[in-house]
């Protein structure tokens, strides 16, 4: 069945203000998500009760976002073949993803096809092989893309081995994605590279969009003070949670009030989306909404 795309730039454009992306996915369906393999962390809920996750999309939706995330963090392939469960990675995806279709209905609701790093997220050391990396971020992006989200959304990305992997792959497949970046208090990638650096080389390959997210209000702020104007569509959510990034259990450290106020001073920067991320809920959502449209109202 073909399903019609929507442009995150055409819709931005039309918009004439910053997409609203959604919020946290994992962290709230953390609860939820146990009885399967730890590996596929709030994922497993795709299968064990799709409905609460349909249930969050539309929560979403209904408190402003423009964007809805899929739940897919963890289906990836370096994750999914230490599960254990019998259904087959592809059809674990595209569930994810039907989902998100779901939810959607016939409103004009962008679907980011998250595709994350293939191992832990703060992880500096790579693991897996380099065969075994390039078939992950392969095949997971082309799972996604054949589900039917609108672009992909390559998140919380940190190592310049798997940048380059997805920014190749998506561009000569003629894909639709976005590099999210995640960086250190020194602005650096996790693999080492100055973050200007990382920027200048992933605009070669033309992604949509190049963002940041998981960053501390105040790392971010420091980035921005040093390296703005990016001068390339971009856009970013920020962490939202209590104590180090890293912690398992993730609790709300910013009140959706007081995040507000902190996204309030880039939006002059003509940002393509922003969000929220780890610690947050619809309620941050809500509070965003309320911000652009005060903001943007004619």
Known sequence: M???RIDLINSYNSLRQPLLLDGAMGSLLQTASSGLPNNLWSSAVNLTNPDLVISLHKK???AGADIITSNTFRTNPNAFKYSGIEISNRELVSRSIDL???ARGEKKIIIAGSNAPAENCYQKERIISKDDLEYNHKMHIEFLWRSGCDLIWNETQSHMDEIIIICEFCSDNKIPYLISLYFTDELKLLSGEPLNE???LIKEYSP???GFNCIKPETFKNFMRLHFPLI???GFYLNCGKGNISD?????GINPDNYSNIIREYLSMSPIFVGSCCGSDTSHTKSLRDLI???YRN
């Open 2 to 4: 073909t399903r019609k």
């Open 293 to 295: 449209d005060e903001l």
């Open 232 to 234: 390339y569509p971009f």
């Open 100 to 102: 998100c279709i779901a």
């Open 198 to 200: 990382a920027i200048e």
């Open 208 to 210: 949509v969009c190049i």
């Open 60 to 62: 979403y939706i209904e």
């Open 248 to 252: 398992n259990e993730i609790e709300c």
